[in-house]
């Protein structure tokens, strides 16, 4: 009976915004591989999605100067918070700055393929250095889940193209950890 009270009342408390409340579902926890966990004494202080772009320039292979790839130069990337406010960007470092002035500039520990085979991998990265008392001032761990697209084309890289750069769009949720107090 409780229970059943206590729904009643969640239900009422929404009714002036049945809609929203119907229309905004919990969204699935996102299944970390076991190898982009980050250490047990640190603490998730910020979740950030990212809209943007992955930067790739054509290049000669190292190990064939007749053939060429596409090698990626930087992300270039909007930061928005779960009601989604701009709260940053993300760029060459790769460094994420927040609007409070706050930086991480973090280095890649482990990666995973991501589910979809047209995204970039997912990653564990530790922050090589942090800077200002923002949001970002305190960092020891980013992950970078859920991506969607910016892995670097397949093709179009050839000797004609050769120093020519592409922008991919992506997406992706960005985890910030910090030392647990």
Known sequence: MLKKVRSIALLAGCAPFLAACVSTPAQAPIAVPDNLQVAANQVLTLEAKATGVQIYQCAATP???SKFEWHFVAPQAELYDQ????IGKHYAGPTWESNDGSKVVGAV???SKAPDADA????LLSAKS???IGVFGLTQS???LQTLGGAAPADGCDQARLGQQTRVPYQAVYRFYAAKS
């Open 63 to 65: 190990a064939d100067a």
């Open 83 to 86: 009601q989604d406010n701009k």
């Open 109 to 111: 520990q482990a990666q």
């Open 120 to 123: 970039i991998a997912w990653l």
């Open 130 to 132: 942090t800077s200002g």
């Open 142 to 144: 980013i992950q970078r």
